[in-house]
């Protein structure tokens, strides 16, 4: 698959960046490698000692600055198809100079990613003689609004780790290891379409009440509770995260029960989810129902994050956050309960927003999931 999208995609948002840039009273945007870059030119561009950076002014030409000897990074971006300005440079130039140069004159205050390290941030601002401010604020409205192509690398995303949920139940087995089954699940990941894996966890027994268990040498047990949740990007770089529960053998009626409250609480959550719904709405929806049934003290995150280039972004469904949903707008819907010491749950599912509710990218049962012992 192709690692970027075509270069009209790129002109849209540069052109929009700068537009919201403006509108902000900012003389311009000033962007480091990270996933505001890569969102903005289609750019893997990696942070060095030596400064690369999209000089993105409110009015006038963007450029890239960048070290002669990392030209060859910039190919495959989308850079020369848009006829962007590179101004490379080598050991001895100032290259903060010539971010300046790019900028012009400053009559307004410069935001920079979120990203950009200190080792850059500091002679930045020495050269530019002004204290730059984040450019979140400007691109967090941008990031949040996925477009056709964006929804689209999430739904192959979606189905390409559902597809590994499918064969998850071939590789749990009382006598395996947390850790032999993670191995399994990593090379499936990659089979089933990711380009890599971002990350696996294998909770089982009672470390499924640790939310961000990863795996460990435990082996699994007749009666175990197992809490699944994988995800990795698919070309060009968007990612899936997907949780599932499964039992080895019958569950205990109890645990039975009370994952079918998780179950009420998830699907709310989903019937929830419309434009002009606030994040903290949703999140309520799905805390209500667990609170309850008796449940609330043990849903100890938020219901949700954002999804996209990086695995977490806004939006963020979480109590206190009074962001509108609006069409286009991706992220996960993932209420869980868990019982230190004993086991723990989560069902979660990645949602787009749509013009009159939601449309789910992940379709495996939502069922908790016995196999055999």
């Known amino acids: 698959m192709t690692s970027r999208f075509d270069s009209t995609v790129y002109a849209h948002r540069l052109a929009a960046a700068a537009t919201a840039a403006a509108d902000a009273g900012l003389a311009g945007l000033v962007i480091t490698p990270g996933y505001d870059l890569r969102y903005l030119i289609g750019s893997r561009a990696q942070t060095f000692e030596r400064l690369t950076a999209l000089v993105l002014p409110a009015a006038g030409r963007p450029t890239v600055v960048v070290p002669r000897l990392e030209l060859a990074a ?4 989308a850079v020369t198809d848009l006829g962007i300005a590179v101004r490379d440079w080598v050991d001895g130039d100032d290259p903060y100079r010539l971010v300046g140069d790019a900028l012009g004159a400053l009559p307004a205050a410069v935001a920079v990613t979120d990203s950009m390290t200190a080792l850059h941030l500091l002679p930045l601002t020495a050269a530019l003689q ?7 604020e400007v691109l967090r409205e941008l990031r949040m609004i996925k477009d056709p192509s964006e929804i689209d690398a999430l739904r192959k995303a979606g189905a390409a780790i559902d597809r590994v949920h499918a064969r998850v139940p071939e590789f749990l087995a009382p006598g395996r290891t947390e850790a032999q089954v993670s191995a399994d699940i990593a090379a499936a990941i990659v089979a089933e379409g990711h380009s890599e894996v971002a990350f696996i966890i294998v909770g089982s027994g009672p470390h499924g009440a640790d939310p961000h268990h990863e795996c460990s040498d435990r082996v699994l047990q007749a009666g175990d509770i197992v809490v699944i949740d994988i995800g990795g990007p698919v070309e060009p770089g968007y990612n899936s995260d997907s949780t599932r529960t499964y039992s080895i053998g019958e569950p205990d009626p109890q645990v ?11 699907r709310a959550a989903v019937e929830c989810i419309r434009p002009g719904v606030t994040a903290q709405q949703v999140d309520a929806a799905a805390r209500d129902i667990l609170t309850e049934a008796g449940l609330g003290e043990y849903f100890v995150h938020r219901t949700g994050h954002g999804i996209g280039l990086s695995v977490h ?5 979480v109590a206190g956050n009074d962001v509108t949903l609006a069409a286009g707008m991706a992220f996960s819907v993932e209420p869980g309960i868990y019982f230190p010491g004993r086991w723990g749950a ?8 749509t013009e009159d509710g939601a449309e789910s990218l992940n379709n495996r049962p939502h069922d908790l999931i ?4």
Request: hydrophobic share 45%; proline share 5%.
């Open 256 to 266: 039975a029960q009370q994952y079918s409250i998780l179950q009420q609480a998830q």
């Open 346 to 353: 989560r069902i979660e599912d990645i949602v787009v927003v």
């Open 370 to 373: 016995v196999v055999g012992v």
């Open 313 to 317: 972004e806004e939006p963020y469904i």
């Open 130 to 136: 002004t204290t730059p401010v984040l450019a979140t």
């Open 74 to 77: 910039l190919r495959e971006s």
